[in-house]
T-cell receptor, first 112, second 114 residues
């Protein structure tokens, strides 16, 4: 059974600081997703990572994937208040009909 | 439609009643997923439909939960004899088959069992 673990679960940071959220998964997979969820809202797709060494950037967020280490990171550069949300990684289980398995989420609070 | 549509957006029901939640996927998306999200928690997989294949029901928490999908269109998730522990947001997602496909989520149905 595929397990996906994120850490930290909660992150409080000051505006302007940098930080990294980690996503570890337990079996081989060829696709990893990052989503953002605002309170009371649905999930917004941020990144799709398809290959080892993949790196994608959008604004202050950058995601990378190391399939050998079974690790993805979401790096936040010079955080701003608008980035406050919960971030989820999700991994496709190749052995389970391409089902998405989610990490527990990282709740990010950026303080002015 | 342009996105995944779910209805109702909110549902309050009495314990013991049955509820039916609806998901209308993006046209042409062959795969459809139901997830449950309890307050402050991550997403729990419930059930997955892919085209005309038998659905993957491995995530359904009890036999009170069932789901149907007709072809590649609308899906309904039914919860019988609701319990307070069923209170959650139920999210539906759809996707195309193929490498690199994106999963698009609906806005969810917030179910409250009182």
């Amino acid at each position: 059974e595929l397990k996906v673990e994120q850490n930290p679960l909660f992150l409080s940071m000051q505006e302007g600081k940098n930080y990294t959220i980690y996503c570890n998964y337990s079996t081989t997979s060829d696709r990893l997703y990052w989503y953002r969820q605002d309170p009371g809202k649905s999930l917004e797709s941020l990144f799709v990572l398809l290959s080892n060494g993949a790196v994608k950037q959008e604004g202050r967020l950058m995601a990378s994937l190391d399939t050998k280490a079974r690790l993805s990171t979401l790096h936040i550069t010079a955080a701003v208040h608008d980035l406050s949300a919960t971030y989820f990684c999700a991994v496709v289980d190749n052995n389970a009909g391409n089902m998405l398995t989610f990490g527990g989420g990282t709740r990010l609070m950026v303080k002015p | 439609g342009a996105g995944v549509s779910q209805s109702p957006s909110n549902k309050v029901t009495e314990k013991g009643k049955d509820v039916e939640l609806r998901c209308d996927p993006i046209s042409g998306h062959t795969a459809l997923y139901w997830y449950r999200q309890r307050l402050g928690q991550g997403l729990e997989f419930l059930i997955y439909f892919q085209g005309n294949s038998a659905p993957d029901k491995s995530g359904l928490p009890s036999d009170r939960f069932s789901a149907e999908r007709t072809g590649e269109s609308v899906s309904t998730l039914t919860i019988q004899r609701t319990q307070q522990e069923d209170s959650a947001v139920y999210l539906c997602a759809s996707s195309l088959r193929g490498q690199g496909r994106s999963y698009t989520f609906g806005s969810g149905t917030r179910l409250t069992v009182v």
